[in-house]
């Protein structure tokens, strides 16, 4: 079984609360913060005032996911009782080194992500200083997009890598997953599927939850 942390990007934010209040209730594990800073990736979502906003109606941890240029600016930002990741992105690092351990000395969890045009090998030197790997199944900054299945051999890599060296990293999948084809990334070894349009626009959001996490 998997976990499930919804992109609240994908949510009504008219009635944010409400809908966070509502899904939170459905048996999901995280909450997905979706960072955008409209240069890394083209779109520009919200930032940390948002997100701290939900503390005390959030009533699981967050998953921070900073899709955004120098993230080491604004890392503390994003740090809250609710904060258990913060992730960053490979290509957006000038220093990983350095931003995983500055992750960590915030208080959250450190987390990287790489996307779908980058090889899973360039993380190899750091998996020991990693908590959480995000394969992104679509390219970062838009929601809606079609999976994209050259993740899963990404995946199947970064299980086998936690295998082979003994750790105790998470991997977790971000784009274009539901309950349809949820089992493919389950069966290639994900811990954590992230699903935005999929959980908020679904009829019933607690079947699609139970449905992701198989």
């Not at 996307?115 to 679509?138: N, R, Y």
């Not at 995946?155 to 084809?181: C, F, Q, T």
Request: glycine share 10%.
């Amino acid at each position: 079984m998997a976990k499930v942390a919804p992109s609240i990007l994908a949510a009504d934010f008219s009635r944010l609360g409400e809908d966070i209040r509502d899904v939170c209730g459905r048996g999901i594990d995280y909450l997905h913060i979706d960072i955008m800073d409209g240069m890394f990736v083209p779109n520009i979502s919200f930032g940390p005032d948002v997100m701290k906003s939900l503390n005390g109606i959030a009533s699981v941890p967050y998953d921070v996911h900073l899709m955004i240029n120098a993230p080491d600016r604004y890392i503390e930002k994003f740090i809250t009782d609710n904060t258990e990741f913060i992730t960053v992105h490979y290509e957006a690092c000038d220093d990983l080194a350095y931003t995983l351990k500055h992750i960590r000395s915030a208080g959250a969890k450190a987390g990287v992500s790489i996307k779908p045009g980058t090889a899973p090998e360039v993380l190899d030197d750091h998996l020991k200083d990693i908590d959480l790997i995000l394969v992104m199944s679509v390219e970062p900054g838009f929601g809606g997009q079609k999976f994209m299945d050259s993740c899963l051999d990404k995946i199947a890599y970064y299980k086998m890598k936690r295998e082979e060296l003994g750790l105790g990293y998470v991997i977790e999948v971000d784009g274009g997953v539901g309950s349809a084809n949820a089992h493919l990334v389950r069966d290639a070894g994900v811990d954590i599927i992230v699903a935005g349009s999929a959980v908020f626009k679904a009829a019933d959001r607690t079947a699609e939850v139970e449905g992701i996490r198989g």
